[in-house]
Nanobody, 126 residues
Framework: QEQLVESGGGLVQPGGSLRLSCAAS????????IAWFRQAPGKEREFVAV???????????HSVKGRFTISRDKAENTQDTVYLQLTGLKVDDTGVYYC????????????????WGQGTQVTVSS
């Protein structure tokens, strides 16, 4: 059964770092693009980053380029793990971070993603 589970969120000071993980279990997800979105209180969910099924192609939102990186560990079993490394964190990066899966790579639109995790909270505060 396909499932996405995020972890790694927490409270961090401005300028700090975190690494978020998305465990993508299920045979289908091994070929799916996996993306990260985030949602701050009172704001719409926004695209952060996406990685292709092979892990060879990535795309990041302009607001996080140079600070965040996305990577993917391909597993021999039915679970891949997608990481979002957050560095140089700002207060504006605060929000719930979700990973999502789509059979096609490239979309930055949340409604194109049919599978979602439960989210992990990232709070950047001094």
């Amino acid at each position: 059964q396909e499932q996405l589970v995020e972890s790694g969120g927490g409270l961090v000071q401005p300028g700090g770092s975190l690494r978020l993980s998305c465990a993508a279990s299920g045979r289908a997800f091994s070929t799916y693009a996996i993306a990260w979105f985030r949602q701050a209180p009172g704001k719409e969910r926004e695209f952060v980053a996406v990685i292709s099924g092979t892990g060879g192609i990535t795309n990041l939102a302009h607001s996080v380029k140079g600070r965040f990186t996305i990577s993917r560990d391909k597993a021999e079993n039915t679970q891949d793990t997608v990481y979002l490394q957050l560095t140089g964190l700002k207060v504006d990066d605060t929000g719930v971070y979700y990973c999502a899966a789509n059979w096609a790579f490239g979309s930055t639109v949340s409604s194109d993603y049919a599978y979602w995790g439960q989210g992990t909270q990232v709070t950047v505060s001094s």
